[in-house]
Structure formats: structure tokens, C-alpha cells
């Protein structure tokens, strides 16, 4: 079955509101309900491109309209053309265009000639269907020709018999037609035509604020004064570390790089702690000599099922000498603690590679300017900010709001590192923290609503509302922003319109006018049915239109 849509047109509605209306029904049927004295009516090529567009856009046109001069015209563009109320096809007539008559010998009687309308050769109208009483006149004289035998001395009356029996099928048909005619018409009447349109204009309320808000991170709930209101809010931070290298365009100069590594240590050879001083020397497995940056401290061992289980922590040591020679990837092999040789100590104290050895060169190379690392610092430290925003937002919700100065972004460390590698690069170091004060803006809708005395619940309506934010000032340490916010809403009464027709289904106009009244907010209500005789809302839910103003 195809879907139908019926769309009502207004009296000044042109060809080109009819054409979109049409083409951008969701429909395969479209019906077009054209009202009396339409300017549609003005030209008989508004139905003719009217057809033609429906047939290129695969629709199936039908004209509805109580004007016969419309339902005319649809007809002889060979549109389907009906009258709402009666249900009737109304006649087809050419005369009502002004063409040119051409005439043809008598012995070919009368052809109508149909083509473009901008053909230079005119057009013989149709001829106008004869008047239903001509036309029963003219069967009635044939159907005297008919009785009237040529031959009357040859007639047998057993001939008139199944004359009278064709006629009789004639009247059954005629009769049941007629009687078809008219359920068909009663279930129009009844079932299909009416309609009912509401329209309805409700209560609206406009609000304006200026209001001061302080958000607290140690605060748990909405406080709402007189002009002010204290929300919660939530301090979020983020920190990390960043290392970008860049190639030096500066001076070339003979500089000496050492070595430098990670070894892990080992204590396997007492419950007492050893503390080793800054320097203290360690032998790789070959033999190179490396030196301890800073004092150690090595755990005692601890004692695991009788026996010792050797403690360890991490060191930095650097080359004893400079040169690629000390440059050293990382091997199982144990690096060994020279002081303690000749003792016990020597075979429980020891160490391992964590990391290789780098760093170590001797030679020339492009060192860079004061410019180029001040250059280089600026550029890391705005990656990292970049990157602890992008962080920041993946741990946060949302439904947050960031407020320009409630974000604070800081280096805690920085320093150029492998500013002697053998390529002539160099890299910066930056460590940094960032901190952002949010709030959810929501809360504070809630809060401004009930500030203007207006209830955002299931039955208001809240629309156009604008927040505009100024005089912010943050206090990270306290974790607390202070800013002023001002702007309009305006809210009105929330209507279920799916459930108000269910409600107002099959009552007639004193119930629909009782119900709609009890509406919260109702101002003023217009109640509009169709046809003009329908004093009842259509059951179809379809059938039920409301217009919220």
C-alpha cells in the first residue's frame, strides 16, 4: 500500500510553493487540497508543469478542491481531480483555454490534437462533454432506434425479452454502484475528512541576572543567595617531562664528552646498609673505570629462608675519562667495585648495566648560541603545556568549564642535556605541572534558575539561555575562583503533546475546551475543526494537530 499525504494549500500559494510542496512530500501519494478562487487557477500551465514535475519526481498526483474550475483544469492536464465533499470527478473541459480553433473536413469528424503548449500550430480544443440530460436524451432516441425494426412484418416478439433483462442488469449495477457510492462517502465523511487543529499559546516567563559566583573546590553542595551562588568545583592537575632536540648552528670547538649511565647495585653481603662516597670508582668487565655522581646508600641485605637476599638501588656514574671508547651498551656481566678488592666485601658488593653508557666523545663540534637554547627552552615548554592540556581534558569530564584565568601552567625544571653529541644536536629537558579550576556549568543553570524563582523540572521549558562570564580571579592554593556572570533566559510550561492527544481523543468540544483549560500556564487557546460540520476530535491521533505559540 503507498503512503498518501494529503497537504493543504493557502489561496496565494504559487506554482512554486505547490511544485516544492509535492517533490518534498514523504510520500509516493501526495494529494493537493487547493482552496476556491487558488491563483493556481489563473493558468492552465501551473497543472501541466504541476504533472509533469509529480511524473519526474515518481509521485502520484491527485487534485482536491470544492472550486470547479480548479478540479477542470487538473482534468485536462490528466490529473486525478476530486471534490472533497461529494467525491465526485468533475467534467473535463478545453474551452476554458483560449487557443486558435482549427478545423477539419466534416468527412473525419473531430480530432483533438494533443502536444506542447508552445507549438507554433494551435490546438483544436476538446469538445464539452454533453450535459447529463443531452446525453440521456440521446441515449433515449437510440434506444427508440433500437425498437424500431427495419423490417416490421419479419419481427418476432420473443426479441423484446432479453432487452428488458439487459435492462434490469443495468439497474442492479447502477444500484449497487450507487450504494457503493455512498459508504464509500459515509466512511469519508466520518472516518477520513474530519480534522481538528489546535492552537495554543502558553505562559512565558523572561528572566535577567547578574549574579557574583565563587566556585569551591571544598564545597559539596549548590549554595543559592540573594545574588550570589557558591558551587563546588574540582582542581585538576597534571604533570610530566619532555626532552626535544634540536641541531646547534653555532660555534665550532674542540670539546671533551664523558660517559654516563645507570648501574644497579647490589648489597649481598650484610643486613647493614653501605653508604659509598661520591666517586667511588666501578670497573666494567672491560675494564673502563666509572665514578659514582653523588653519595650511595645501599640497603642492607635481608635474610630469606636462612640465608642473605642481596638488596640493590640505582646509581648514575659518569666515565673516568672522555671518549667513545666509554661509550658501552649494556651486558649481563658484573661491574665490580675496586676499593673493596683484597676484602670480603668484593665478591658482595657488585653491580649491573641498566642502561648503556653514552655520551662519551672527544673531538669538535658545533656547540649551540645562547639564542638558539633560549629558542629551544620556549618551544619545549609549549609542548609540554599542549600535552598536559590534552591530558588534563582526557581526565576530567566533559561537562566541565574552564574559564581563561582559572588555568596555571609552570616549569619546575629545565636544563640542556647531550649539548655535545657527535651530530651536532642538542636536546632540552623541561619538566612541568599544570592546574585548572573547572566547575559544571549545568549546576550553575540550576542555580540561576532558582535564583530568578523558576523550576527546571519535567513540566518547564527552558530556552534561550546566554551566560556571560567577566571579572575572573582563581586562587589555586585555596582552591577557589570568584567571577561575576550575567545574561536572560526564558522558561514556559512544558506540554506531552503525544499525551495530551491520547487524552483529548473522541471528546467532543466542551470536553476539548475543559481539558485544554486545565492545561498549567494556558493563556488562550483556538480550536479549529474540518469540515465545518465535525464537532468532535477524530480518534486518529494522526488526525490531531497542535500549534504551540
Known amino acids: 500500500m503507498k503512503l498518501e499525504k494529503k497537504i493543504f494549500l493557502e489561496r496565494s500559494d504559487g506554482l512554486d510553493v505547490a511544485v516544492d510542496a509535492v517533490i518534498g512530500a514523504p510520500a509516493a501519494r501526495v494529494i493537493l487540497n487547493i482552496p476556491r478562487r487558488s491563483v493556481l487557477g489563473e493558468s492552465m500551465h501551473n497543472f501541466q508543469v504541476l504533472k509533469r514535475e509529480s511524473e519526474t519526481a515518481e509521485k502520484e498526483l491527485a487534485i482536491e478542491s470544492v472550486d470547479e474550475h480548479i478540479l477542470e483544469l487538473a482534468s485536462v492536464a490528466k490529473i486525478s481531480a476530486l471534490n472533497p465533499i461529494f467525491k465526485t470527478r468533475e467534467r473535463a473541459v478545453t474551452d476554458i483555454i483560449p487557443r486558435t480553433s482549427r478545423k477539419f473536413p466534416k468527412e473525419t469528424g473531430r480530432e483533438i490534437m494533443r502536444g506542447k503548449l508552445d507549438e507554433t500550430e494551435e490546438e483544436e480544443p476538446e469538445a464539452k462533454p454533453k450535459l447529463k440530460k443531452q446525453l440521456w436524451y440521446k441515449r433515449k432516441e437510440e434506444s427508440k432506434k433500437e425498437e424500431t425494426p427495419v423490417f416490421v412484418a419479419h419481427e418476432e416478439p420473443g426479441r423484446r425479452r432479453p432487452k428488458r433483462e439487459q435492462r434490469g442488469r443495468r439497474f442492479v449495477i447502477s444500484f449497487a454502484s450507487l450504494v457503493a457510492l455512498l459508504v464509500i462517502g459515509f466512511v469519508l465523511v466520518v472516518y477520513v475528512l474530519p480534522r481538528v487543529t489546535i492552537q495554543m499559546s502558553l505562559k512565558k516567563t523572561e528572566a535577567n541576572f547578574n549574579v557574583a559566583v565563587t566556585v569551591l573546590t571544598s564545597a559539596a553542595t549548590t549554595t543559592v543567595g540573594q545574588n550570589t551562588v557558591v558551587l563546588p568545583g574540582q582542581l585538576l592537575t597534571a604533570k610530566k617531562n619532555l626532552v626535544m632536540s634540536f641541531k646547534a648552528e653555532g660555534t665550532t670547538e674542540q670539546v671533551n664528552g664523558y660517559a654516563e649511565g645507570t648501574l644497579t647495585v647490589f648489597n649481598g653481603y650484610s643486613k647493614t646498609a653501605q653508604t659509598l662516597v661520591k666517586n667511588t670508582r666501578f670497573e666494567s668487565p672491560g675494564g673502563k673505570i666509572f665514578r659514582l ?13 636462612g640465608g642473605l637476599q642481596p638488596s640493590s638501588v640505582d646509581a648514575k656514574v659518569r666515565a673516568d675519562q672522555p671518549g667513545g671508547a666509554y661509550n658501552i651498551s649494556v651486558t649481563s656481566d658484573l661491574w665490580m667495585i675496586p676499593g673493596f678488592k683484597g676484602t670480603d666485601k668484593y665478591q658482595k658488593f657488585y653491580a649491573t648495566m641498566k642502561e648503556p653508557m653514552s655520551g662519551g666523545f672527544s673531538g669538535t663540534k658545533v656547540l649551540p648560541k645562547e639564542d638558539e637554547t633560549a629558542n629551544a627552552k620556549t618551544k619545549v615548554a609549549q609542548s609540554l603545556q599542549n600535552a598536559l ?29 647531550n649539548s655535545t653529541s657527535s651530530d651536532g644536536t642538542f636536546a632540552v629537558l623541561s619538566e612541568g605541572i599544570l592546574n585548572e579550576l573547572v566547575f559544571d556549568e549545568g549546576m550553575l543553570k540550576n542555580a540561576l534558575m532558582e535564583s530568578a524563582g523558576v523550576s527546571n523540572g519535567e513540566d518547564m521549558s527552558i530556552n534561550n539561555f546566554t551566560l556571560n562570564y567577566a571579572t575572573t580571579t582563581a586562587s589555586f592554593s585555596d582552591g577557589k575562583i570568584s567571577f561575576t556572570v550575567n545574561g536572560s533566559f526564558s522558561a514556559q510550561p512544558r506540554v506531552d503533546l503525544d499525551r495530551l492527544k491520547s487524552q483529548v481523543a473522541g471528546q467532543n468540544e466542551g470536553d476539548l475546551k475543559a481539558t485544554l483549560f486545565a492545561i498549567p500556564g494556558l493563556e488562550r487557546a483556538n480550536i479549529s475543526f474540518w469540515p465545518f460540520w465535525v464537532t468532535t476530535v477524530p480518534q486518529s491521533a494522526g488526525k490531531i494537530d497542535f500549534v504551540i505559540q
Open 293 to 305: 655522581i653523588g653519595a650511595l646508600t645501599i640497603p642492607g641485605a635481608k635474610t630469606v629462608n
Open 389 to 417: 592540556q590534552a591530558q588534563v581534558a582526557l581526565s576530567g569530564s566533559g561537562n566541565f568549564t574552564l574559564l581563561p584565568d582559572a588555568a596555571k601552567f609552570e616549569i619546575t625544571n629545565e636544563a640542556v642535556v
